[in-house]
């Protein structure tokens, strides 16, 4: 078990595609998938490529989820910032028995039973989102047309947020996701989406109702923890899922020899595309103790990234990786994390995508793209990978 900080590279982020990560992933995975990784505030710590490895992390409490731990191997306005705790509710950043309660709390609201109630809802959203594309006629920008607006409405509605305040929680949100952005544009984001949720928890203690905000006043956690909670659940539940529908709905588009498929199975389409394109390309965890991992020793304090994206591409996990398989049987992907920290609204995520691609095709079955692909705005510069925007065309 040797180590050579010299020979640390940094987290690549060139990609040969639209569709595939970074070539590099691939190499590092080859090499041995546990490999020096140079962060960009000093920090000499490890990438995790391979299939196996990446799941250890992920449900080895040896490695921790603390935000005042960790290091981030992109660029980012917090590296010149003290590391801290993460604030009160913010259950991704902590380790149990603090996320350990924030859990129990929340998957009591996130429900099978609940998310496949909200089915006939998310149907009539989407319907809505095509009726008015099918109005306005081609060519339109489906990430604003549809992509964003159902998720982000769902949301809405399973939070209690009026959705005409939509467009600034959107804006706030990019800003807190963008890739290299100063630490004055993150912290008005957030303290601009905190004070708008903290108005809307006052709001929901006074007058509760039937949304998942109010649900949560009946608990024990305070108003600071309920606004951070509404914060991340915001955040989350429209950047994955819209960027999931946008870059699908263009690898389908490039792949319509399949696209008989979402009729046969809609389920393992969406989970195929999950893999294939796996939108939140990494995650990372900090070992607190002394840890081997794949022959290589990971010593207590070193941050450990794990890449989802050459995880959900490992040849010792899937049989041709690289290749869209729309029947393929891809449900061990884990483009949702593993481990306690393993996505709470991937069920409402399927559910929103299962609904929307079929639909989408099924109403426009001309749809192509109306640019090259070549001019279509990729999100290599925000945490979660996609399209900034997909315009698109159809015979109408």
Known sequence: ??????????????????????????????????????YPDGHVGWLVT????????????????????????????SIAAEARPAPPGFFLQTDAPEHTRYRHLLTGQFTVRRMRALRPRISEIT???????AWHGPPVDLVQALALPIPSLVICELLGVPYEDREEFQRHSAALARVGASHEETMGAYLALTGFMGELVAARRAMPGDDLLSGLTSSDLTDEELTNIGFM?????????????ALGTMALMEHRDQINALNKDPE?????????????PFTVRTALADVELGGRLI????????????????????????TLDLLRSAGTHIAFGHGIHQCLGQQLARIEMQIAYPALFARFPTLRLAVPEQEVPLRTDMLIYGVHRLPVTWEA
Do not use: W
Request: glycine share 4%.
């Open 1 to 38: 078990m040797t180590d050579r900080p010299s020979a640390a590279a940094s987290f690549p982020l060139t990609r040969p595609t639209p569709f595939d990560p970074p070539a590099e992933l691939a190499r590092h995975r080859q090499e041995g998938a546990v490999s020096r990784l140079a």
């Open 50 to 77: 391979g299939y196996e490895l990446v799941r250890a992390v992920l449900s080895d409490p040896r490695f921790s989820s603390r935000a005042e731990l960790a290091h981030t191997p992109l660029p980012s306005a």
């Open 127 to 133: 319907d809505d989102c095509l009726d008015d594309m």
């Open 233 to 245: 659940l915001l955040g989350a539940g429209h950047e994955t899922t819209a960027n999931m529908i």
């Open 268 to 280: 393992r389409v969406v989970e195929e595309l999950l893999r294939y394109l796996s939108v939140v």
């Open 299 to 322: 010593k207590a304090g070193e941050s450990v990234t794990v890449s989802i994206a050459a995880a959900n591409r490992d040849p010792g996990r899937f049989a041709d990786p690289d």
